[in-house]
């Protein structure tokens, strides 16, 4: 089993470089538009509609445990299609805009300085598979690199893993609920020792940022951050590239 799950690690490692590779030779069409936009992705009117300034969101009702949220935008035009056309087509032009933005949600909502570690909401091995990497992770680090750039000391930490799980795409908000419950957990290495001291010690005067796509019902952040508050490290806030705007 061991060797099946890195034959299968191997083969999304090496098809993520060929769509980068791809990405870096041959011009994309704009995400926003479907105008010709080079290797970023996005026309420059259209990475203009990335740089709003970001938000707090809150969804009514929240579930229990859902921390402060930051948002880049309303998930909506410009934005909802990059964030699609990254996550689901595999442009990996877009981590970079997109990460850039993740690193203004995350430095707007911690102004202070301090070290700041970002955790981003975990993808299932099933969905790691299909868009061959976790879209997420990948952001993080993007945007970790845009903060250290900018002075502000910030790292990744891959504390959370998920379960299997069934999309939620399609899920309506107690459904959400119900697949976010137990979603998650803290992965081995982080249960104890130094990797958790570490975060916990962090948290006296820096940061420890969820980040995730998309704010919809809040389920998912919720259910994360529970998860690292059973082992002492409470969320400062969540940050997401949008929130999506309930109706109804």
Wanted: aromatic share 2%.
């Amino acid at each position: 089993m061991a060797a099946v799950a890195a034959g299968r690690q191997a083969v999304a490692v090496h098809t993520g470089i060929l769509a980068t590779l791809i990405d870096l030779v041959l011009p994309q069409e704009c995400a926003g538009c479907g105008a010709l936009a080079g290797r970023p992705g996005l026309c420059p009117p259209c990475a203009a509609c990335l740089s709003q300034p970001p938000s707090p969101r809150r969804p009514h009702p929240a579930p229990s445990g859902l921390p402060d949220c930051l948002a880049g935008g309303d998930y909506d035009g410009v934005l909802r299609a990059s964030i699609l056309a990254y996550k689901e087509r595999g442009q990996r032009g877009l981590a970079a805009p997109l990460g850039d933005l993740l690193a203004t949600v995350v430095g707007t909502g911690w102004p202070r300085g301090g070290p700041i570690v970002l955790v981003p909401v975990p993808a299932t091995a099933a969905a790691i598979r299909a868009r061959h990497g976790d879209h997420m992770l990948r952001l993080a680090r993007r945007a970790v690199q845009r903060l250290r750039a900018d002075g502000q000391p910030a790292v990744t930490a891959t504390a959370l893993r998920a379960l299997p799980r069934a999309d939620s795409t399609h899920l309506d908000r107690e459904q959400r609920a119900l697949a976010a419950h137990g979603a998650f957990a803290v992965r081995r290495a982080w249960r104890s020792g130094a990797r958790l001291a570490a975060l916990r010690t962090l948290t006296d005067g820096g940061a420890v940022v969820l980040v995730d796509d998309v704010l919809t019902t809040g389920s998912t952040l919720a259910a994360a951050a529970r998860r690292l508050l059973d082992v002492g490290v409470p969320v400062t806030f969540a940050a997401t590239l949008a929130a999506t705007r309930l109706r109804g």
